[in-house]
Nanobody, 127 residues
Framework: QVQLVESGGGLVQAGGSLRLSCAAS????????MGWFRQAPGKEREFVAA????????LYADSVKGRFTISRDIGKNTVYLQMNSLKPEDTAVYYC????????????????????WGQGTQVTVSS
């Protein structure tokens, strides 16, 4: 079983930056596609960004494209979400997710395809 722990959330002013981390532990963390999702109060959870195991392929929601960057450090079993030019509408609980894949180049956008989830970290952007 893979355990995921997010960190790095907090309160930031609009235009600021935060970097979220998602550390994986447990069974051998190999060949896992990773994703970031978020859920704002009163809204459904939505896709933010995803990354292939190889790290060669990434996908972003239109709302964060050009502002957020997903990356990973395989040696540290950690995936990151660098968030720049933050807006109040980015306020949400951010979750990382992992799914074992055979194709190391596969990127997963659909939240229902992920079996492993972290507990979430709160990001609040003030105007």
């Amino acid at each position: 079983q893979v355990q995921l722990v997010e960190s790095g959330g907090g309160l930031v002013q609009a235009g600021g930056s935060l970097r979220l981390s998602c550390a994986a532990s447990g069974r051998t963390f190999s060949n896992y596609a990773m994703g970031w999702f978020r859920q704002a109060p009163g809204k459904e959870r939505e896709f933010v960004a995803a990354n292939s195991w190889s790290g060669d392929y990434s996908l972003y929601a239109d709302s964060v494209k050009g502002r957020f960057t997903i990356s990973r450090d395989i040696g540290k079993n950690t995936v990151y979400l660098q968030m720049n030019s933050l807006k109040p509408e980015d306020t949400a609980v951010y979750y990382c997710a992992a799914e074992s894949v055979r194709d190391i180049g596969r990127v997963i956008e659909n939240e229902y395809e992920y079996d492993h989830w972290g507990q979430g970290t709160q990001v609040t952007v003030s105007s």
